[in-house]
Structures are given as structure tokens and as C-alpha cells.
């Protein structure tokens, strides 16, 4: 029962200082117009500037529209789930923290080294598309600048430059992350005002198209939820449609970059669910309506599956638009690399201070005030991956491993209600353990949605992630040598 030993919620925000570990305090300078600016900065990137012709094209039709709603609604049913922990216990980690006080230390290791997983791959996977987006934009060689190169030195360039604005503080991350996000939802809102002009109804019917089998369907690429019930997976109808909901919740990934800060948040009472809830009802809007538009501009069967936006434009005789989403484009991208780079440090940072990881990469460094070794760390392993590894569909283990953590969130709200009654709690998910409970059923069957393979690499991963837990993370815990000496 040592594997599965509680950290109290009182104690997730303490720096070690008695037990030696001395990794210092991050600073408090956020506030919650901050908290929605990183929201935004992280999920509002690849999903929408890629995604929506995809699915569109291939899986739902115009009922990729419903597909970004599904998703929406898991997300926000999770965030009210994260919105909770986050202003009982405002500590960095998040889910990883929320783990440790409710199902345990082995279970908060699986946690934190999944989001590991989420953040430092969703990262080296957006770098990779920053590469070859702004390649093809400016003209550059595609040796250097695109998936056919062996070294991609344009995803090394991105993420060396956001590491430096990364280690320079929060507030200056912060910084930058808004005005990229000004720049991306601008545009966004042009997409929709403009492109609204040209939909038509005749490009939205059938709305639901009927369903056919899906393509390449067999073996470890059908879903596991068909796998297991016998069902040829198809596409479009409502199945290809809750199947696209489960790929498209990869555009909403990262909002939980919000919790992992609430530690450097001045009000986190107040502002962390103001940061979360915001995050995802603006995400919701604009996902929709960016949606509705494209397929209603261009039937879906010709829509573009790399740039379905500007191609939608292009098609409607407005071409001159496609500087401007493009201009979206590398911001949205820019940011989203920038965020995951700071979440990813953070929980690492967490995990160092409970000496599952070793405290000294872990410090905060007093003159900025941020991990920087953690965060170098970090940016060390994205800069390998996006500079030498096609990662190619290995994109679909950032929605597992986010679902994954959305999923024991979810659980940890309902646990913490009966162990910990009197904790106090400013926000409160409405209607619990209803609500919870809805989220973590939801997250699971959009987990059941995904590959067979998507979930053999992520099992893989975590297989990997038990083995360093048991050489070094069981040995070093702090929680454990306090059980130790009690």
C-alpha cells in the first residue's frame, strides 16, 4: 500500500524546505486576464487551422460541427473539474497534485509522467508544423523546413527562441503569449464575419451525410470501442461523427495549462476559474464558428486537408485572405509551442519539490523567479524530437494522454468530496457527483474512440514511466520518508 501513499491537500504547495529539498517558490504575478491569455495562447492552434478539413473530409462532413460541440462539452465538463482542485489546492502540477492527495503516488507518477507525454510531444508537434507552415509561406528550402528534412532545423530555430522568452519569467511569457493571441483570434473572427457571406445551404446538406465504412478500418487502426464490440468502423453518419469528436479534442489539449499555474496566480480563488471556464467558452465559440463557416463556404468533399481555411478562401475567389490566416496560423502555432513549453516545466517542477524527480533540476531560480533547468530540461527533449522524429500520427497521444488526466480529475472532484468534506473549496462543480461523474464517463468513451495502436504506444509509454518511477521516484519520495519517520 506504499505505492499508493496521499500527499494532504494542505501540504501540495510546500517547497520541501523542512525536509532539506529547498526548490524554492514560484512567484505570484498572474492574474485572470493572464490565465485566459495562455488558455487561449495553447489551445487555439493546430485544431482548428487543420483539423476541421480533415475530419470534415474524411470521418463527419458538416457534422464536424457537432464533432467540435461533443468536444467542447467534455472539455468544459472537465474544466469545471479542474476549475474546483484548482482553487482548493492552487499548486503547480495539477492533475499530477490532484492525484497525489486523492488516488496516490503511484497513480499521481502515471499522471505526471503522461503529461509529460501531452505537453513535450504536443510541443515538438506543433514545432514541426510551425516549420513547415512558415516554409511554405516564405518560400524555404524544404530540406531544412519540412517533414522531408533530416535535420528541421525551422522547429530547432522556434523552439531554442520561445526556451529563451520561457526562462525569462512568466510575465514576460505572458506577454508575448497575448499579443500572439490578439493577432490569431482576430483572424479568427474575420474567418467567420467575412467567410459568413459565402456559406451556403446547398454545402451543408446532407448535414450528417449517411455512413460508409471507413477507410483502412482493420486491424490496429479501428477503434477500440469497435474492437470490442464487433462494429465495422465507419465514417460520416452519427458514428463518424462521434469518432471525429474524439480526433477534434485534440484542438482543446493544454487548457489545463491554466491549473498548472494557479501557483503563480495572485487570486487563485477567484481567477482560476474565471481562466479555465473563459479559456474553454471562448475556444468553444470560435471552434464552432470557424467550423460552420469552412463547410459552409466549400462542400466538404473539397475541402483542403492541410490549410482547409485559406483553401476555403481561395476557393470563393478571396485569396488575398490567405495572408492573413496564415499570419494566424504561425501565431496560433507560436503560441501553443510557448505554453506547453512552460506547463511541461511546471510539472516537472512539482514532481522535483516531492522528490520524485531529483529536487536540483527542479529549483526556481530567484532572479526570474521560474524552474529554469526543469525548463531547459524540457527544452532539450522537445528540440531532439522536433528536430530528428517524423512524428506523424503519434499527434493522437496527446488527446489520450489528455483525456487520461482529464479522467482521473474528473474521479479525484468526487473523492475529495467524501474524504475531505470540510475542505474549502471557493468554486464548487455544480450538481456533483453527477456532473464528475458524466465527465470522467465521457472522457473514457472518447479514450475508446481512438486507435488500437494509440493506445498500445501510450501503454508502452506508461510501461516505461513505471520503470523509472521504481528506480528512482518509490526510493526518493518525500512523502515517503515523512511516512518513514512517523
Known sequence: ??????????????????????????????????????????????????????????????????????????????????????AAAPTAGSAYSYAYA????????????????????GAAVVARGWSGYVGNLLDLPPSLFGEESTVNVGAALIVVVLTVVAVLGVRESARVTGVLVVVKVAVCVFVIVAGAWFVRGANLTPFVPASRPAEESGGLAQPVVSAVLGLDPVAFGVGGMLTAAAVVFFAYTGFEAVANLSEETRRPGRDLPLGLLGTLGLSTALYIGVSLVVVGMVRYDRLDRGAPIADAFDQVGLGWASALIALAAVAGLTSVILVDLITVSRIGFAMGRDGLLPPVVARVSPR????????????????????????????????????????????????????????????????SPVLPGLAALACLYLMLNLSIETWLRFLAWLALGLLVYALYGYRHSRVGARAAQD
Do not use: N, Q
Open 102 to 121: 486523492t488516488a496516490g503516488e503511484l497513480v499521481a507518477w502515471v499522471i505526471g509522467w503522461d503529461l509529460f507525454l501531452e505537453f513535450a510531444l
Open 1 to 86: 500500500m506504499h505505492l499508493f501513499r496521499t500527499k494532504p491537500v494542505e501540504l501540495l504547495g510546500d517547497d520541501g524546505t523542512t525536509d532539506g529539498a529547498d526548490v524554492g517558490r514560484l512567484r505570484r504575478s498572474l492574474s485572470a486576464r493572464h490565465l485566459v491569455g495562455f488558455g487561449i495562447g495553447v489551445v487555439i492552434g493546430t485544431g482548428i487551422f487543420t483539423l476541421t478539413g480533415v475530419e470534415a473530409r474524411d470521418t463527419a462532413g458538416p457534422a464536424v460541427v457537432v464533432s467540435f460541440a461533443l468536444a467542447g462539452v467534455v472539455a468544459l465538463l472537465a474544466a469545471l473539474c479542474y476549475a474546483e482542485l484548482a
Open 368 to 431: 526570474t523567479g521560474v524552474p529554469v533547468r526543469i525548463t531547459l530540461a524540457f527544452a532539450v527533449l522537445v528540440l531532439v524530437m522536433a528536430t530528428f522524429v517524423p512524428l506523424g500520427t503519434l499527434a493522437d497521444l496527446v488527446s489520450i494522454g489528455t483525456l487520461f488526466a482529464f479522467l482521473l480529475v474528473s474521479v479525484a472532484v468526487i473523492v475529495l468530496r467524501r474524504t475531505r468534506p470540510e475542505l474549502h473549496r471557493p468554486f464548487r462543480v455544480p450538481l
